[in-house]
């Protein structure tokens, strides 16, 4: 098996486990991260003997968004031509289901990860926010438009807008979770659930998950562009430099509003 530094991959039945593993930094989606989630997803995807997948973090953080030591300094030509964001896009290709198991942190860039994943069980310890705006900038991953789509406009702007957090409760009261169980429990629920779907015809599963994310996909395409674009373009602002340094040092940063 392939030799990852950022995840853990396991196999439960016909289900293939991924596992998020950089706790040092609650799961933050570095490259490496990124890079190595996508290809495990895909190496499932082609196993005749995975029937879907299951992708978890640890009990305190299913991600804490996109790693921001890796993107602080850069501008918004390096962010551009860097394009971190498009290995997000392969998620999308993947035919088998797959099912986010979230416990604790659920944030930024790791929130959107989870809202491409096609169901999501949440531990009752989870929480369910897009921060970017405290770093000056805007989710950039599909926050801004499959996050609307899942919870509703006037959640959508709180969270965006201002920093809401939803509890696990509320993520399923707005549509963001299938189910809430106790956070002992999370992993296990997902896999039973990703082992009852893998034991169903094949072919009409991956046509049916295709079929749903129709229902969205030719609307969601030029939103996705758009935010992409206005994410990379935020680098070339003071206030975006300021918030992540402040995040990083540790401090309440002061907007300048350019
Ligand atoms: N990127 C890089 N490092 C991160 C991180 C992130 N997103 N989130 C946490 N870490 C690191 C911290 O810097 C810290 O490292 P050090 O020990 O080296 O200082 C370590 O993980 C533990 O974090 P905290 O000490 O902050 O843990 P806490 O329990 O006090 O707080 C938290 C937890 C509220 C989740 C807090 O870590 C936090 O606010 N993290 C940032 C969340 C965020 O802003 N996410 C959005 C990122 S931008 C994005 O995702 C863009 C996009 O759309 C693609």
Wanted: hydrophobic share 45%; proline share 3%; glycine share 8%.
């Amino acid at each position: 098996m392939t030799e990852y530094t950022s995840i853990l991959v396991e196999t439960h039945g016909r289900v293939g486990l991924i596992r998020l593993n950089r706790p040092e930094a609650l799961n933050a989606l570095n490259t490496a991260l990124i890079q190595e989630l996508m290809a495990a997803l895909e190496a499932f995807d082609a196993d005749n003997d995975i029937g879907a997948m299951v992708v978890t973090g640890s009990e305190k953080a299913f991600a804490a968004g996109a790693d921001i030591k890796e993107m602080a300094e850069a501008s918004a030509k390096e962010m551009h031509a860097r394009d971190h964001i498009a290995p997000f896009d392969r998620i999308l290709k993947i035919r088998k289901p797959v099912i986010a198991a979230v416990s604790g942190w659920c944030l930024g860039g790791g929130n959107e990860l989870a809202l491409s994943c096609d169901m999501l069980v949440a531990a009752d310890t989870a929480r369910f926010g897009q921060p970017e705006i405290n770093l000056g900038v805007i989710p950039g991953a599909g926050g801004t438009q499959r996050l609307t789509r899942a919870v509703g406009k006037p959640v959508a702007m709180e969270m965006v807008l201002n920093n809401r957090t939803l509890t696990a409760q509320e993520a399923l009261a707005y549509g963001l979770a299938n189910r809430v169980v106790p956070v002992e429990r999370c992993l296990e629920e997902a896999l039973a659930l990703a082992e009852e779907i893998a034991g169903r015809a094949p072919l009409a599963v991956q046509a049916a998950k295709r079929m749903v994310n129709q229902a969205f996909q030719a609307f969601l395409a030029e939103g996705l562009a758009e935010e992409r674009r206005t994410f990379y373009d935020l680098f070339d602002t003071l206030d975006q430099k300021e918030g992540m340094r402040a995040f990083m040092e540790k401090r309440k940063p002061e907007w300048k509003g350019e």
